[in-house]
């Protein structure tokens, strides 16, 4: 079992729709999470940085995560086909740099 | 305020030769961690320096080796490439390292392709 595991997509919405993607862990340790952006053969940009447990809220971006249960989301509200790209959810233990990654889940908003 | 810059963008080399690719922090962030991206494996870490020390590695084997500088620009080196080595190098940087390590941004990173 991988530490980080995301669902690879593709995953398809009509403009407008509100969008759910999601990751689940198993190291226990994992204190902070973040969400990243990334395009087409471009580098990850980073969109939610959070600690710990709860809801943090940016606009039309809002994640959550739930450690009791290993389970982080983001959501996206009013999607636009701008927000097409893949997301990837990372996280890291306390006291270290190194990220954890997923693979990604590519989204797609049509028109 | 700049990003984090790393060249060159893209570079093709055969198996047996050797590449070094350059990254320079946002300024003011002394922590710089390199990662490779590839279809299979996703984001890999390499490994991480702060105050031109290495903090921490990742799996890889010898022939990943990197650096940092007093300016905390970092090189990483790859020797005798193999095909397997084709991917997207991705460089972050951050203000310091470790408990108070904050966000990680990343550069727009290079793309190795080994013929």
């Known amino acids: 079992q991988k530490e980080v595991e995301q669902d690879p997509g593709p995953l398809s919405v009509p403009e407008g729709a509100i969008v759910s993607l999601n990751c689940t862990y198993s190291?226990?340790?994992?204190?902070?999470f973040m969400w990243y952006r990334q395009y087409s053969r471009k580098g990850p940009e980073l969109l939610m940085y959070?600690?710990?447990?709860g809801n943090k809220e940016d606009g039309r971006f809002t994640a959550q995560v739930d450690k009791s249960s290993k389970y982080i989301s983001l959501f996206i509200r009013d999607s636009q086909p701008s927000d097409s790209a893949t997301y990837l959810c990372a996280m890291r233990n306390s006291g270290y740099s190194t990220l954890t990654f997923g693979k990604g889940t590519m989204l797609l908003v049509s028109p | 305020k700049a990003g984090v810059t790393q060249t060159p963008r893209y570079l093709i080399k055969t198996r047996g030769q050797q590449v070094t690719l350059s990254c320079s922090p946002i300024?003011?962030?002394?922590?710089v961690s390199w990662y490779q991206q590839t279809p299979g494996q996703g984001l890999q870490f390499l490994f991480e320096?702060?105050?031109?020390?290495?903090?921490n590695k990742g799996n890889f084997p010898g022939r990943f080796s990197g650096r940092q500088f007093s300016n905390s620009r970092s090189e990483m080196n790859v020797s005798t490439l193999e095909l397997g080595d084709s991917a997207l190098y991705l460089c972050a940087s951050s203000l310091t390292s470790g408990v108070d390590t904050g966000e990680l941004f990343f550069g727009e990173g290079s793309r190795l392709t080994v013929l």
């Open positions: 190291n226990s340790a994992f204190q902070y």
């Open positions: 959070t600690y710990s447990s």
């Open positions: 320096y702060f105050s031109e020390t290495q903090r």
């Open positions: 300024s003011g962030h002394r922590s």
